[in-house]
């Protein structure tokens, strides 16, 4: 149903439509291309490779201003909003029920505000 075996091993994928060749004469037991499963596999396996959950902006934006937590000066405020979008970010993931992951991303990005306004606080301690 997912895929066509032909005279070389080579299948087709019933999802994508590209054709996966035989590696040493094995055919392929997943799309190159997609990664859907082929050939004759139980359902739950055509599954395995399911589409990674959306990760909401706000949550690659605290992981961008996490790192950005660390520059001298615009870290500062940068690092608080990180704070800020995290918050936001938690919120989407939570609402969205399951259609939004990245709340390890989001974690990331406070995690790394945080090392960054500590490292900020201390530069203005022992600098000025
Ligand atoms: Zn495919």
Redesign the pocket.
């Known amino acids: 149903m997912s895929s066509v075996p032909n005279e070389t091993g080579a299948r087709t ?6 054709t ?1 060749k035989a590696r040493d004469g094995v055919p392929p037991r997943y ?6 499963a ?1 050939g004759a596999w139980p359902g739950r396996v055509r599954h395995r490779f399911a589409p990674p959950a959306r990760v909401p902006g706000s949550a690659v934006a605290a992981l961008a201003l996490g790192f950005c937590a660390f520059i001298p000066f615009i870290g500062l405020p940068l690092g608080f909003f990180a704070l800020a979008l995290r918050g936001s970010a938690k919120q989407q993931i939570r609402r969205s029920g399951g259609q939004l992951g990245g709340s390890g991303i989001a974690n990331l990005g406070v995690s790394l505000a945080v090392l960054g306004l500590v490292m900020q606080l201390m530069w203005y301690r022992v600098g000025c």
């Open positions: 994928c019933g999802r994508c439509g590209r996966t799309c190159a291309t997609c990664g859907q082929l």
